[in-house]
């Protein structure tokens, strides 16, 4: 199994009005076997991650997910949901995912979607490994795989103000959008937007930036 690609999106996209990730995997020998066939990797799946028998699917309800894989699905549609299952392990909020075959027989395009991108990136090369093992009888140490995600998960999380204004605009209903990785936002959209970094917006001049970091460094310096 091989990730060809990976792509981003930030705010609405063709796949999506949410912030999504667009994985193209080559599922290899895979896609020769749905799941029901794989021995008793359903039951070690559900085993490993109890959560996804939650996962609604394309069945619309609760435990949808568990009955596809009883049904017999394929390894791609099982990456997108354990994909969103451990980012949901690890606190973020995600449900929306969709699985495509892109070409025949084993290329697929896996959506989700993701809160921290470059967690969100990790969670899914890990998801990937987990379900070759777990395809191939091999022994899996979720609870290492877990840590080390966690571990990414806070190195590149906001900060608490920041935080706390990305989580404000959402309750009402701002449109809001994370730069890159660090701790820069976009509420809003066109003329209309607006950028913020911590608590420091882009209307203050550099003028004005520069003598409030010398007044703190002055008040710093006579404590």
């Given at each position: 199994?091989?990730?060809?690609?990976?792509?981003?999106?930030t705010?609405?996209?063709?796949h999506?009005?949410?912030?999504?990730?667009?994985?193209?995997?080559?599922?290899?020998?895979?896609?020769?076997?749905?799941t029901?066939?794989?021995?008793?990797?359903?039951?070690?799946?559900?085993?490993?991650?109890?959560?996804?028998?939650?996962?609604?699917?394309?069945?619309?309800f609760?435990?949808?997910?568990?009955?596809?894989?009883?049904?017999?699905?394929?390894?791609?549609?099982?990456?997108?949901?354990?994909?969103?299952?451990?980012?949901?392990?690890?606190?973020?909020?995600?449900?929306?995912?969709k699985?495509?075959?892109?070409?025949?027989?084993?290329?697929y395009?896996?959506?989700f979607?993701?809160?921290?991108?470059?967690?969100?990136?990790?969670?899914a090369?890990?998801?990937?490994?987990i379900?070759?093992?777990?395809?191939e009888?091999?022994?899996?140490?979720?609870?290492?795989?877990?840590?080390?995600?966690?571990?990414?998960?806070?190195?590149?999380?906001?900060?608490?103000?920041?935080?706390?204004?990305?989580?404000?605009?959402?309750?009402?209903g701002?449109?809001?959008?994370?730069?890159g990785?660090?701790?820069?936002?976009?509420?809003?959209y066109g003329k209309?937007?607006r950028?913020?970094?911590?608590?420091?917006?882009?209307?203050?001049?550099?003028?004005?930036?520069?003598?409030?970091?010398?007044?703190?460094?002055?008040?710093?310096?006579?404590?």
């Open positions: 199994m091989q990730i060809q690609s990976i792509q981003c999106f705010g609405r996209n063709i999506s009005h949410r912030h999504v990730i667009k994985m193209v995997v080559d599922i290899g020998e895979f896609y020769k076997s749905p029901k066939d794989l021995g008793d990797f359903n039951e070690r799946l559900l085993t490993l991650f109890p959560g996804l028998r939650k996962h609604f699917c394309s069945k619309g609760e435990g949808g997910f568990v009955e596809r894989l009883r049904e017999g699905t394929y390894i791609g549609h099982v990456i997108e949901h354990v994909i969103i299952e451990i980012q949901n392990l690890l606190g973020y909020e995600v449900n929306y995912g699985t495509r075959l892109v070409e025949e027989p084993s290329l395009y896996i959506v979607e993701y809160i921290n991108r470059k967690c969100a990136i990790e969670c090369r890990s998801a990937i490994g379900i070759c093992s777990l395809a009888n091999k022994e899996i140490d979720v609870d290492a795989i877990l840590q080390y995600l966690k571990t990414i998960a806070v190195e590149t999380e906001l900060g608490p103000s920041t935080a706390a204004i990305y989580a404000e605009a959402k309750k009402r701002i449109p809001v959008t994370r730069i990785d660090g701790s820069i936002l976009r509420l809003g209309y937007s950028l913020i970094q911590a608590s420091m917006t882009d209307l203050p001049g550099c003028i004005s930036v520069d003598i409030g970091k010398q007044a703190a460094y002055q008040a710093d310096s006579k404590g």
